[in-house]
């Protein structure tokens, strides 16, 4: 889709931030709506077909995650980018649980926002493939049926863990996979709820694929959160921010 078509709603209680926002995502070809609140959202979302809402997690009245729940229960694939405090790790957990596909830490740069946006529009416009499809990112293919793994055509023998670990990181390509979803995945035990034991078995997925931890190509540490597999199309953006064109 083009992102000229794209419609963004911006939740923000701080006009001076909102209008910032506006103006640098407008300038990149996002149409761009605003909401004052969680009330006002919901409202503007019943009246208009938005392509991804950007919401801040701290506001007065109805907060961010209580307008993230809501707006996923009505608007269940519409994908939610939180806006979060830098370092709050808590608030990052709590809005994935509440229904966020992923969150932006303040201050962020307009570049790493404008790319995370189209990956969330992209994907909302994509067409949904059967559960059991193989799923192909860069040079891996993981084909749920026969239960394989290849890179670069050459086959990659994985445990069941490794494999289920690396089937919900690449369904989920570019967004965040908290601990807690691992657990659930991998059916939660004394050994598997250890977070000790989820890094060993990252660090064992990630040896097999070749992937370098302090320079991942696939997979990513999420701060405290959980871990990331690369969305090919999607730059990430790591050591000093630019602050020139941060927000």
């Avoid at 709603?9 to 209008?19: H, K, N, T, W």
């Avoid at 067409?127 to 055509?153: C, M, N, W």
């Avoid at 908290?178 to 059916?187: E, I, Y």
């Avoid at 990630?206 to 690369?230: A, H, M, Q, V, W």
Wanted: glycine content about 6%; hydrophobic content about 40%; charged content about 30%.
């Amino acid at each position: 889709m083009d992102v000229i078509q794209s419609k963004i709603l911006i939740v923000e209680d701080d006009v001076a931030l909102r209008r910032s926002l506006r103006s640098a995502l407008s300038i990149v070809g996002f149409d761009i709506g605003e909401a004052g609140n969680g009330e006002e959202a919901i409202m503007r979302l019943r009246m208009i077909d938005y392509d991804a809402v950007l919401l801040d997690i701290n506001m007065p009245g109805m907060g961010g995650m209580e307008t993230c729940s809501r707006i996923r229960r009505n608007f269940t694939r519409l994908p939610v980018l939180m806006l979060t405090v830098r370092g709050s790790e808590d608030d990052k957990v709590h809005a994935l649980e509440s229904g966020a596909d992923d969150y932006i830490t303040k201050p962020f740069q307009v570049r790493e926002l404008t790319a995370r946006l189209r990956a969330a529009v992209r994907r909302y416009h994509a067409p949904e493939t059967p559960a059991e499809s193989p799923i192909h990112i860069g040079d891996i293919v993981l084909d749920p049926v026969r239960h394989e793994v290849q890179k670069a055509g050459v086959r990659i023998h994985l445990t069941p863990h490794e494999f289920d670990a690396l089937k919900l990181l690449m369904s989920n390509a570019g967004r965040p996979v908290p601990h807690a979803r691992f657990h659930a995945v991998l059916r939660p035990s004394d050994e598997v709820s250890d977070r000790a034991y989820l890094r060993v078995l990252i660090g064992q997925l990630r040896k097999k694929l070749g992937d370098d931890s302090n320079n991942p190509t696939y997979i990513e540490t999420d701060g405290f959160i959980g871990y990331r597999f690369r969305d090919a199309s999607i730059q990430m953006f790591s050591g000093e921010r630019n602050t020139t064109e941060a927000i």
